[in-house]
């Protein structure tokens, strides 16, 4: 059982469900296990919310918890297979952020392929029952644009709706005070998604969030490369969710590529420990150059992942999503740590003189390293398995506070 100290944090823990939002934690409710392993999965149904992208086209990367007769998680039927999916406060203390205080004047950018009606609304709704400032007129916090910066918006997509409902809530969890700034593109072809980032660029965003990736390809230079390439903007990406081998735009050299864990709270000094998640995206890049900044030793051109975050769905975060879901939801996948990353850089205030991923190289002693957990076989190497130091599937580690970033 865990320990004293570990019940205390857990009963300051707030309920987030459709029906109780702010109600303490009973002792019951808490009896999960602290040790040196992750939780036990269960029989938890990950489901992506996306189909595999086209030729030429992204699909989203988010995952929503199912059970076994295909209904999607909430935070209260979660503990029946014994997940706790994290709520705003969990991740701040999770990753040690002082986003209270930080991030005003910081524009996050969720990039995302067809509309999601409901996004305004239930951004509001996470907000509320996290704690975090209304996005009001007081506090205009909230933009929605198509990629041609215009209000019509494109066509609705449920899959997508849930992935802009992820991608809005995690980056609110790690900044909530910054603006936030939805650039949603006709479609998901790389061609308009790439155009949304330009959008995004152009409208002065400080930081751009991607969670959405697809193959890589002999000409994604040249049909991707510049949308992907503004001085001045810190552009993210999400790894992927199928394991060792690597995608598009994680890939580029111009972005911050997304690697995701399993994280649970624990009872050692931290009070939370951290693996490789098992589904995320990792490798060496076929075709993109290795930046100046990156010195691993088996890829002779880019290699991913440069840092992570929580991803696997059997570890989830607490989701506000009615655009084909009742509410709440308890979801995963790489798509939870592209914003909430974003969310960090914002906080950090350097995003505007970051050179992609070269910061963390030089700060790595202000990320936590993992060590445990793989992504598949690649001969037992870093590139698909956790160890001190750099490793494709974490990259340098996950975020200690903001001075990394």
């Known amino acids: 059982m865990p320990s004293i100290a570990h019940l205390r944090h857990r009963m300051r823990r707030r309920l987030v469900n459709g029906l109780a939002v702010g109600a303490a934690l009973s002792i019951t409710a808490v009896c999960l296990t602290a040790s040196a392993a992750a939780p036990a999965v269960g029989q938890v149904q990950p489901t992506r919310v996306c189909a595999a992208p086209a030729a030429h086209h992204v699909?989203?990367?988010?995952?929503?918890?199912?059970?076994?007769?295909?209904?999607?998680?909430?935070p209260a039927t979660a503990k029946a297979f014994d997940l706790h999916p994290f709520t705003a406060a969990d991740l701040q203390a999770a990753y040690r952020l002082p986003s209270a205080l930080l991030g005003a004047r910081q524009t996050i950018a969720i990039v995302d392929a067809y509309d999601d009606p409901h996004a305004e609304q239930d951004l509001a709704a996470y907000r509320a029952a996290n704690g975090l400032p209304a996005c009001d007129s007081a506090f205009p916090c909230f933009r929605k644009v198509n990629q041609r910066g215009e209000s019509t918006p494109p066509a609705a997509d449920v899959g997508w709706a849930s992935e802009i409902s992820l991608d809005l809530d995690m980056a609110s969890a790690t900044c909530p005070n910054c603006q936030l700034l939805l650039v949603e593109a006709d479609d998901s072809s790389f061609e308009n998604i790439?155009?949304?980032?330009?959008?995004?660029?152009?409208?002065?965003?400080?930081?751009?969030?991607?969670?959405?990736?697809?193959?890589?390809?002999?000409?994604?230079?040249?049909?991707?490369?510049?949308?992907?390439?503004?001085?001045?903007?810190?552009?993210?990406?999400?790894?992927?969710?199928?394991?060792?081998?690597?995608?598009?735009?994680?890939?580029?050299?111009?972005?911050?590529?997304?690697?995701?864990?399993s994280l649970w709270e624990d009872t050692?000094?931290?009070?939370?420990?951290?693996?490789?998640?098992?589904?995320?995206?990792?490798?060496?890049?076929?075709?993109?150059?290795?930046?100046?900044?990156?010195?691993?030793?088996?890829?002779?051109?880019?290699?991913?992942?440069?840092?992570?975050?929580?991803?696997?769905?059997h570890t989830p975060v607490a989701v506000y999503d009615t655009y084909g879901y009742p509410g709440w939801i308890s979801m995963g996948g790489t798509s939870v740590a592209a914003p909430l990353l974003a969310g960090v850089y914002a906080l950090a205030g350097n995003a505007a003189g970051v050179n992609a991923g070269s910061r963390l190289y030089s700060h790595s002693e202000s990320l936590y390293d993992v060590t445990t957990g793989s992504n598949g076989n690649c001969g037992g190497s870093y590139l698909c398995t956790a160890v001190r130091n750099y490793d494709g599937p974490t990259g340098l580690g996950t975020p200690n506070g903001i001075g990394a970033f």
Do not use: M
Not at 59 to 74: E, Q, S, Y
């Open 194 to 261: 790439g155009e949304a980032v330009d959008e995004a660029a152009r409208l002065g965003a400080t930081v751009i969030s991607n969670s959405y990736g697809g193959p890589e390809f002999s000409t994604e230079l040249a049909e991707t490369g510049n949308h992907y390439n503004h001085p001045g903007t810190t552009i993210l990406a999400s790894s992927g969710d199928a394991g060792f081998g690597v995608g598009v735009p994680a890939a580029l050299s111009t972005v911050v590529a997304v690697g995701g864990t």
């Open 59 to 74: 699909a989203c990367l988010a995952i929503v918890d199912r059970d076994a007769n295909g209904r999607a998680l909430t």
């Open 268 to 313: 050692n000094a931290r009070g939370w420990s951290e693996s490789a998640w098992a589904g995320a995206g990792s490798g060496c890049s076929s075709y993109v150059s290795k930046p100046a900044w990156q010195h691993d030793k088996l890829c002779d051109k880019r290699t991913v992942a440069d840092a992570a975050a929580v991803a696997d769905p």
